[in-house]
């Protein structure tokens, strides 16, 4: 799908997302584990930690549902 993206938008996230799987991928390998290091609190609130490589994942599956609304507005150069 990253040969086949019709524009910069889907190729940036599907790179991104292909990035955080292997990122992730590799911690296992290396580590058996994946290490999230991000821990939030807000008051007494607790946030699900996360890594960095969940970031790209899932900001990547963002951009990707949004690359339709973000193509249209850009404007075509010829």
């Known amino acids: 799908m990253l040969f086949r993206a019709e524009n910069a938008v ?3 996230a599907y790179g991104a997302i292909i990035g955080g ?10 580590y058996r584990a994946v290490t999230d290091f991000l821990d939030f609190y807000i008051n007494s609130t607790h946030w699900p ?3 960095m490589a969940d ?3 899932v900001s990547g599956v963002g951009l990707l549902l949004a690359a339709p ?4 507005r ?3 150069k010829s």
Not at 21 to 30: E, H, M, P, Q
Not at 69 to 72: P, Q, R, V
Request: charged share 20%; no cysteine; proline share 4%.
């Open 21 to 30: 799987a292997l990122g992730n991928v590799f911690d296992r390998v290396r």
């Open 74 to 76: 850009r404007p075509i």
């Open 69 to 72: 609304w973000i193509s249209a």
């Open 55 to 57: 970031v790209f994942v």
């Open 49 to 51: 930690a996360f890594n």
């Open 10 to 12: 889907e190729t940036l």
